[in-house]
């Protein structure tokens, strides 16, 4: 285990140096869901609030939390690294280590997305909570709520960097993984909350998708922290968090495996 800490380490610390990225990611995050709320503050106020599925509040609180996350979160971030090892060859150096070829690169990329959420969440999240009511983010109910979305948003992250590595292993089968790259992200942005949150969408349509792997990304750690999920809902959600984590990673080192057993690396 302590090799595996140590790529996560020597990860982390290395994306801690882009700094000047951070300070541009932070200025286009603020700005972005400063936008987002002025859009649905337009929206609240011509309807009838009481009918739509989110107090304000909690969607201010949502869409803050997304953006000083949103590194955690992010469905167009791919590492890219590790799609060039697997396209151009270099993956041979990496079967010459005694690792895990799977958990080396699972730690690698849940380094880089902590690292880049590090540099960036801690002026959003201050510069949110001092905005004048109704767009401030808000604090979680009690301290126990805010535990339990701790962990649920460390679910959410490890439930997002599994998926990751489920199409890794899928592009070990494609001539190139951008076509891969393309639907993944498709469907992680649409499904997942991070364009629309899933309880603006239509009931039989949204209980479907709060089944499915994306919504156990952002949307359960989110809305668990906004209040808008509580009780027996809270716990079934964040079980199905743990399911899918332990199925895509399942997955995603099984179809690995079939791909490193059949695996030709040419020229060199």
Partial sequence: MNKYLSFFRLRFVNSLQYRSAAFAGIAT????GL???LLFSAFYRAGDTAALPMRFDQLASYI???QAFLALFMNWYWDEDILSAI???SIAYELCRPLDLYT???ARSAASR???AVLRCMPILVIAALLPPPFRLGLPASLPDFLLFLLSMLLGFSVVVAFAMLIYALCFFTISPMGVRIVAM???ELLSGSVL???FLPDKLRAVLELLPFASMQNVPLRIYAGQIAGRERAFTMALQAVWLVLLAAAGKALMNLALRRVVVQGG
């Fill in 29 to 32: 995050q603020f700005f972005w």
């Fill in 35 to 37: 936008m987002e709320l």
């Fill in 104 to 106: 080396m690169w699972f």
């Fill in 64 to 66: 803050w939390l997304q």
């Fill in 197 to 199: 949150p899933l309880p």
């Fill in 186 to 188: 498709s469907l992680m």
């Fill in 87 to 89: 396209t151009e060859g």
């Fill in 114 to 116: 902590l690292a880049k």
